[in-house]
């Protein structure tokens, strides 16, 4: 939320002087409903990929464990 937020305040304030390419295009942009459709779509995409991305790391170190215990148990195997 925070991140769309800081991304809007910052294309309003690129947008405000005269002499920059993108002057008055917040007003346009933000004027129709699809803006905030865009928006909105945009950051449910973000919260599925990173509770994705959690999921993924989360499944990479419990086999990173397995492999652990399997190579720490080989070796008490081959020392006796």
Do not use: C
């Amino acid at each position: 939320m925070s991140q769309t937020l800081a991304f809007v305040f910052f294309f309003w304030i690129l947008t405000l002087p005269k002499d920059y390419p993108l002057f008055g295009l917040f007003g346009e942009v933000f004027g129709h409903l699809l803006a905030y459709v865009a928006i909105a779509f945009m950051s449910g995409a973000m919260v599925l990929v990173d509770n994705g991305l959690h999921l993924a790391q989360h499944e990479v170190k419990k086999l990173v464990e397995l492999k652990e215990k399997e190579r720490q148990r080989k070796i008490k195997q081959q020392m006796m």
